[in-house]
């Protein structure tokens, strides 16, 4: 299969992807009611109106929680295409996982210090 082939092959793929999503976009409209209300509109908690403002700022604690669990999500993102040519490359491929796994641990450590994973 040649490079254009696969080009063509992959912008099938795309358009066949929009005009299915768009075509159950279509139905569902056509379908289904709308109803407007008032309620509906209204930011609630569990059925009651929200005792704050809607747009409260978070506290800057969770940031600590958001920044681990991206480090950790991008350490399990890396690992499987790792694990997949890890046969291939051999010791190469081990000392480079080796070096990112210990930039992650010093970022872990970082968190540490700084109280990131502390109970509040």
Known sequence: MTALQQYALLLGL???TLGLVLSLYG???SVSRTRAEKA???PATSGE???EPV????HVRYYGYALLFLAFDMEMAFMYPWAVVYRELG???LLDMGVFLAIL???LLYG???GALRRQ
């Open 91 to 93: 010791l190469v491929a």
């Open 27 to 29: 139905i569902s409209r």
């Open 55 to 58: 747009w409260v700022r978070y």
């Open 49 to 51: 109106l929200s005792p």
């Open 40 to 42: 509906k509109d209204v």
């Open 105 to 107: 641990f010093l970022g």
């Open 112 to 114: 540490w210090s700084q």
């Open 14 to 16: 795309i358009v066949g």
